[in-house]
């Protein structure tokens, strides 16, 4: 047998859900990447936003690899040091109640939503139980979280598909208003729509609809899977929108790296989900749990959340030298850029010349390690104008 090379392994036996970059990634420090054949890369994606702290980052390692060596699982049957410190951790930083963990971002949202639908089950009956959701959301791709997605390329394929959402535009209250009806359960909404192309809702926008939602005992769930974990500048994107959802979710930067995904509710919801009604063999792992700890404890110190919000300043000042860059939508680390040209032939062109960027709808988006120091910055901002100049 002749050894086949990566990419043609990957041709040959993994299912095409995803086109892929030309490029396979081999190890990595901070916000660089290197591929297998020993090229560098300037890393302003971060594997979506996952590793919040860069490659390896020396303290998560030794916090994952002290917990592998102590205990790497045990069953949801066992109490367990590691899930409970983190979500005391999350419930505290945020002026909440409870977690739920499962592993992923969409598992998160199914859980959020089921925890909803509990909710008005209990009090109301089973008929109030929709959701509204807002256009251009991205929740999930399970079943449940495609539906609730609010954008039809996700709804096919698969039928059929989960009842009960009905979706309204972005930043209309009336629109809001006039979808809500008694069988209205819950409003759930990205505070800044990543996958949708990083749009930033509007502060006044999403206060009243938080206040009406409360007046109407609507439960608000936010997803912060994308804008979590000090993405934004604040610990979650919800902390600079002066509300207090009743659900929020969290997943991809929350475990540096390794795959986790949170639930967490208000007190008014704490007491909802009972023995039974939600679980997940691999939730709450201690290994994935003890990466997460770590991640909190760094991001969650005024000093790191203020280096964050300067980097985007500095970051969003450098993409605003550029000619070819329209316009820079932006909080924190979380960027949309707005450029004349295709993004994803772009995209495709900084990989090519040492950067790893993605696009999101059609604008460049820049989720770069937390930790991205101002010189990676500035090379990033090389390749990306000497690109776009080509
Ligand atoms: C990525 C993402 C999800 C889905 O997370 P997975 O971990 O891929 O299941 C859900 N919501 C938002 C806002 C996301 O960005």
């Known amino acids: ?72 699982h045990m069953s949801n049957y066992f109490y367990s040091a590691q899930p409970s410190q983190l979500a005391e951790k999350l419930c505290k930083l945020t002026n909440m109640s409870k977690v739920c963990f499962g592993n992923s971002g969409a598992e998160a949202n199914e859980c959020a939503i089921k925890i909803a639908r509990k909710y008005s089950f209990d009090k109301y009956g089973a008929e109030r139980s929709e959701i509204i959701t807002l256009r251009n959301s991205f929740h999930g791709r399970t079943v449940t979280t495609l539906s609730a997605t609010g954008q039809d390329v996700f709804h096919n394929y698969f039928f059929p598909f989960t009842d009960g959402f009905s979706f309204v535009e972005a930043g209309d209250m009336d629109a809001l208003k006039a979808a809500v009806t008694d069988k209205t359960c819950a409003v759930m909404l990205e505070l800044i729509q990543g996958e949708g192309g990083v749009n930033i809702l509007d502060k006044d926008y999403v206060k009243a609809l938080a206040d009406y939602c409360n007046d109407n005992d609507i439960l608000v769930i936010i997803d912060e899977v994308q804008t979590g974990v000090a993405r934004t500048g604040k610990l979650f994107a919800f902390q600079n929108y002066g509300v207090q959802p009743d659900l929020f979710t969290a997943a991809k930067g929350l475990g540096g790296g390794l795959p986790i995904g949170v639930c967490v509710c208000g007190e008014k919801l704490s007491g909802v989900m009972t023995p039974s009604t939600h679980g997940s063999t691999f939730g709450a792992n201690p290994v994935v749990c003890a990466g997460a700890n770590y991640v909190i404890d760094t991001v969650s110190d005024e000093a790191f959340l203020q280096e964050v919000r300067e980097k985007g300043d500095y970051l969003e000042q450098q993409l605003r030298t550029i000619p070819a860059v329209k316009n820079v939508r932006r909080m924190g680390l979380m960027v949309g850029i707005e450029i004349e040209q295709d993004a994803h032939d772009i995209a495709a062109k900084c990989v090519q010349n040492g950067l790893l960027i993605i696009t999101a709808k059609d604008v460049l988006r820049m989720l770069p390690p937390l930790t991205i120091t101002k010189e990676n910055i500035d090379e990033a901002i090389t390749i990306l104008k000497n690109t776009l100049e080509e």
């Open 1 to 72: 047998m002749t050894p086949q090379s990566t990419k043609e392994l990957d041709q040959q036996y993994i299912m095409h859900t995803y086109g892929r970059y030309d490029v396979a990634l081999a190890k990595g420090k901070g916000a660089v990447a290197y591929d297998e054949d020993g090229k560098r890369y300037i890393d302003v994606s971060s594997g979506i936003g996952v590793n919040s702290l860069g490659y390896c980052d020396e303290g998560w390692v030794q916090a994952i690899t002290a917990q592998a060596q102590t205990i790497q």
